[in-house]
């Protein structure tokens, strides 16, 4: 294969050797034309894991051994900062451990996604777009505008790769408080942003803890953000006043605190 010079073996020494093997395999399945066939994948890509990766791939079951959507899931669950390694944690203060994934009904993981927001009280849908300064994720009238994802619904966890966007980056969920609240009556609030898999440093800028966003997703395809701390799982309320994208903890606080805040509820959208 006249790609195979763009590979190095993947020792498993660290998030960013992984995070650049990831891209590396990524760009060779493109340039060969098979990025979208996940068997392909994921057999090119077993042929460069070595010392501890490699013992780590062998205890995989065939599975996702077999998938490229699930190895890149398993990949990023083990090596990136919400995965837990102590020596990369200085950028995500609070990780995202594994979170009890439900997804019930037929979502494919090699497929392209967008999320509508529904506002609650009417009829026009908005989508969720990166706005033009990259920091943070906003409402938009245009499903062309809309942000594209994959996810890999077999996958726990489960994250939101962001297909369209250039460095390679994943959705993130990052709160405006230094120290977030997640009890009862709380009004603290989080937003939306795409984190560059290289820097993973949020653009969001502001003080508080950061991490890869996960969910859950219902058969109706309805979205539910989850906050993981430990073995702690706190579902987020999505809210927006029709130029901004906010998660809050406690729903029913913040929509008394901030009147001009309007529940929407958030459903992911097939646009393959």
Same mark, same amino acid.
């Given at each position: 294969?006249?790609?195979?010079?763009?590979? #190095?073996? $993947?020792?498993?020494?660290?998030w960013k050797e992984c995070s650049a093997f990831i891209q590396r395999v990524r760009a060779v399945a493109w340039k060969e034309g098979k990025l979208r066939d996940p068997d392909w994948v994921a057999d090119f890509a077993s042929l460069y894991f070595s010392d501890d990766a490699l013992a780590w791939y062998c205890?995989?079951?065939?599975?996702?051994?077999?998938?490229?959507?699930?190895?890149? +899931? +398993?990949?990023?669950?083990?090596?990136?900062p919400s995965g837990g390694d102590p020596s990369e944690l200085r950028n995500v203060p609070v990780a995202a451990a594994a979170p009890s994934t439900n997804v019930n009904g037929k979502i494919n993981h090699p497929e392209h996604w967008i999320i509508k927001a529904l506002v609650t009280g009417k009829q026009e849908a908005l989508y969720v777009e990166l706005e033009s300064s990259g920091n943070l994720c906003t409402p938009t009238n245009s499903? #062309?505008?809309?942000?594209? $994802?994959?996810?890999?619904?077999?996958?726990?966890?489960?994250?939101? #790769?962001?297909?369209?966007?250039q460095p $390679?980056?994943?959705?993130?969920t990052?709160?405006?408080?230094?120290?977030?609240?997640?009890?009862?009556?709380?009004?603290?609030?989080?937003?939306l942003t795409a984190v560059d898999c290289d820097s993973l440093k949020s653009? +969001?800028?502001?003080?508080?803890?950061?991490q890869l966003s996960t969910c859950r997703i219902a058969g109706s395809g309805e979205v539910t953000f989850l906050w993981r701390n430990g073995t702690t799982e706190t579902p987020l309320? +999505?809210?927006?006043?029709?130029?901004?994208?906010?998660?809050?903890?406690?729903?029913?606080? $913040?929509?008394k605190k901030y009147p001009g805040e309007t529940p929407v509820k958030l459903i992911i959208q097939n646009v393959n």
């Open positions: 294969m006249s790609t195979t010079q763009d590979i #190095e073996s $993947f020792t498993g020494s660290g205890r995989l079951s065939s599975d996702v051994q077999e998938n490229w959507p699930k190895l890149q +899931a +398993a990949l990023v669950d083990r090596w990136s499903a #062309e505008k809309a942000l594209r $994802f994959r996810l890999n619904s077999q996958s726990n966890p489960q994250f939101f #790769e962001c297909t369209d966007r $390679f980056s994943w959705l993130a990052h709160w405006f408080q230094e120290t977030p609240d997640l009890s009862r009556n709380s009004i603290h609030y989080a937003r653009p +969001a800028g502001f003080s508080g803890p950061f309320t +999505a809210f927006t006043t029709g130029t901004k994208l906010t998660l809050a903890s406690d729903g029913e606080a $913040f929509g």
